[in-house]
């Protein structure tokens, strides 16, 4: 620092990626409850299954959770990407037959009516 100057410096508290404080089955099971809660017809995004399960941060986590879940009882075709991509899943084509059997239609990987048919209850 030069003579004379002064620099303020700002502390920030930032948040913890979860708020599941390193429960990570604990925060796996709000995820399943809140992808089980989805409507048919209706999409949540990552994101926004994060943070109705507690930690807006960690939707890649979701996305974690979603690749591994193996139960037909979780409708994890109704998780996609932010902005209305199709995000990922084990068949892409798979996923958009299982939402446009649902009423949702997939264009060149985009859901159309995407404001329409997003569900978020945060």
């Not at 913890?16 to 048919?40: C, E, K, N, Y």
């Not at 991509?85 to 060149?108: D, F, T």
Request: glycine letters at 8%; charged letters at 20%.
């Amino acid at each position: 620092m030069k003579s004379g100057e002064r620099h303020l410096l700002v502390r920030i508290a930032l948040p913890t990626l979860t708020s599941h404080r390193g429960d990570s089955a604990t925060f796996a099971r709000r995820v399943l409850t809140v992808v089980r809660s989805i409507p048919p017809g209706r999409v949540a995004t990552y994101a926004d299954v994060a943070a109705m399960a507690g930690s807006p941060l960690a939707w890649r986590a979701v996305g974690n959770i979603m690749r591994n879940c193996k139960s037909s009882s979780v409708p994890c075709h109704r998780v996609v990407s932010s902005g209305g991509r199709i995000g990922g899943y084990s068949n892409l084509e798979v996923k958009r037959k299982l939402l446009l059997a649902e009423g949702v239609v997939v264009i060149n990987k985009h859901l159309r009516q995407f404001k329409k048919v997003r569900w978020c209850r945060v």
